[in-house]
């Protein structure tokens, strides 16, 4: 769905004022619960625990040798974010750019979602260890302490490969940071895991996907392989543990979770306007954002991105719950077309 000008003005309007900052601090008041009761009574948490142990993998086990030219990876590449170079650019502010600048641009998006990656595998290590301190279940704490492992692990091959292979990093992207500040704040567990293994890993989950299938690079593909198969396990997570205790919340309680889960999505759809490459690249923000949201492939790409959310949501119960207020909103996005689409199980899986 495109912006309207008072939206997008709206939207631009939200930036990262601490782009400098090293240390950020988000207060979080949520109880840490110990429970003594060590029964191994969910059978699929068990499986899921047992396969994430059998999957782990090292980040040295990459073919880290390998060269990456960067300019040559985004010529290869047209299509950057749902933005296809061959396209007609004329009377737009793109109308005089030749290749130097088209190739200037897949560099610095290159640069641009990679930090958005690593800043976003960084919000989940934190989430994931908040919730081993509150979720109430044995066999959830023992999964989530592996999901921590792996973020761990997700945070350090995007920083190393950012460092040795790109060419530079961006900070994170406002919208993306309000999202996890509000996750991490949030005192309540389920809370936790809505915003981050549903819809966070949700989306980072399609995003790598796209990354996968476009990226013309060894390296990169063989990372994102590794990486996904790892979120594929923590979205199945988040299905498994809410399905249950979202069966006994009342109305008022889902239309909470509803709320919450349209306010991330969107965050998540204003996060990929990409306006700190914009700024860098020295064209007007707000015109650039415009035009990109009139290209043909940008509603294929939004939509993809939510092709592990909207599924995961109608799991849940909370895509139809009491009036539909959340399938009117999806639709008003142009992303209810996903609520069918279908992904292998990863408890049958085998380990990568």
């Given at each position: 769905?495109?912006?309207?000008?008072?939206a997008l003005?709206?939207?631009?309007?939200?930036?990262?004022?601490d782009?400098?900052?090293?240390a950020h601090v988000?207060p979080?008041?949520?109880d840490?619960?110990f429970?003594?009761a060590?029964?191994?009574?969910?059978p699929?948490l068990?499986?899921?625990?047992e396969?994430?142990k059998?999957?782990?993998w090292?980040a040295?086990d990459l073919p880290?040798?390998?060269e990456v030219?960067?300019?040559?990876?985004?010529?290869?590449?047209q299509n950057?974010?749902?933005f296809?170079?061959?396209?007609?650019?004329?009377?737009?502010?793109?109308?005089g750019?030749?290749?130097k600048e088209?190739?200037?641009?897949?560099?610095?998006s290159?640069?641009?979602?990679?930090?958005?990656?690593?800043?976003?595998?960084q919000?989940a290590l934190?989430?994931t260890a908040?919730?081993?301190e509150?979720?109430p279940?044995?066999?959830?704490?023992?999964?989530?302490?592996?999901?921590?492992?792996?973020?761990?692990?997700?945070?350090e091959v995007f920083?190393?490969?950012?460092?040795?292979?790109?060419?530079?990093?961006?900070p994170?992207?406002?919208?993306l940071?309000?999202?996890?500040d509000d996750i991490?704040a949030?005192?309540?567990?389920d809370?936790?895991?809505?915003g981050?293994?549903i819809?966070?890993?949700?989306l980072?989950?399609a995003?790598?996907g796209?990354?996968?299938?476009?990226t013309t690079e060894?390296?990169?593909?063989?990372l994102?392989?590794?990486?996904m198969?790892?979120e594929a396990?923590?979205?199945a997570?988040g299905v498994l543990s809410?399905q249950?205790?979202?069966?006994d919340l009342?109305?008022t309680?889902?239309?909470?979770r509803?709320e919450f889960?349209?306010?991330?999505?969107?965050?998540m759809?204003d996060?990929f306007l990409?306006?700190?490459?914009w700024?860098?690249?020295?064209?007007?923000v707000?015109?650039?954002?415009?035009v990109?949201?009139?290209?043909p492939?940008r509603?294929?790409?939004?939509?993809?991105?939510?092709?592990?959310i909207v599924?995961?949501l109608?799991?849940?119960?909370?895509?139809?719950?009491?009036?539909?207020w959340l399938r009117e909103?999806?639709?008003?996005?142009?992303v209810i077309?996903?609520?069918?689409?279908v992904d292998a199980?990863?408890l049958?899986a085998?380990?990568a």
């Amino acid at each position: 769905m495109e912006l309207s000008d008072e939206a997008l003005e709206s939207v631009l309007a939200i930036t990262n004022t601490d782009v400098d900052e090293v240390a950020h601090v988000v207060p979080a008041a949520g109880d840490v619960e110990f429970t003594w009761a060590y029964e191994r009574s969910r059978p699929a948490l068990v499986k899921l625990y047992e396969k994430a142990k059998g999957a782990m993998w090292n980040a040295d086990d990459l073919p880290w040798e390998i060269e990456v030219d960067q300019e040559k990876v985004a010529a290869d590449n047209q299509n950057q974010n749902g933005f296809d170079r061959t396209q007609d650019w004329s009377d737009t502010p793109f109308a005089g750019w030749g290749d130097k600048e088209w190739i200037r641009f897949g560099v610095e998006s290159q640069n641009w979602t990679l930090s958005q990656f690593l800043h976003g595998e960084q919000g989940a290590l934190v989430c994931t260890a908040q919730i081993v301190e509150t979720v109430p279940w044995i066999d959830a704490k023992y999964y989530a302490a592996t999901q921590v492992m792996d973020e761990a692990r997700h945070v350090e091959v995007f920083s190393r490969y950012l460092d040795t292979k790109l060419s530079g990093h961006y900070p994170i992207n406002a919208h993306l940071k309000m999202l996890l500040d509000d996750i991490v704040a949030d005192p309540r567990w389920d809370m936790t895991y809505l915003g981050m293994q549903i819809m966070v890993e949700g989306l980072a989950l399609a995003a790598f996907g796209f990354l996968h299938q476009m990226t013309t690079e060894p390296l990169l593909k063989q990372l994102l392989r590794q990486v996904m198969a790892d979120e594929a396990r923590h979205v199945a997570f988040g299905v498994l543990s809410l399905q249950e205790y979202y069966a006994d919340l009342d109305a008022t309680e889902i239309r909470e979770r509803q709320e919450f889960a349209f306010e991330a999505a969107v965050r998540m759809r204003d996060r990929f306007l990409q306006q700190e490459t914009w700024e860098r690249m020295g064209v007007d923000v707000k015109e650039a954002v415009k035009v990109m949201q009139r290209s043909p492939e940008r509603p294929i790409f939004q939509g993809f991105l939510f092709s592990k959310i909207v599924p995961n949501l109608k799991k849940l119960g909370l895509l139809d719950a009491g009036d539909g207020w959340l399938r009117e909103r999806f639709t008003e996005l142009g992303v209810i077309e996903y609520e069918h689409w279908v992904d292998a199980d990863p408890l049958e899986a085998p380990v990568a």
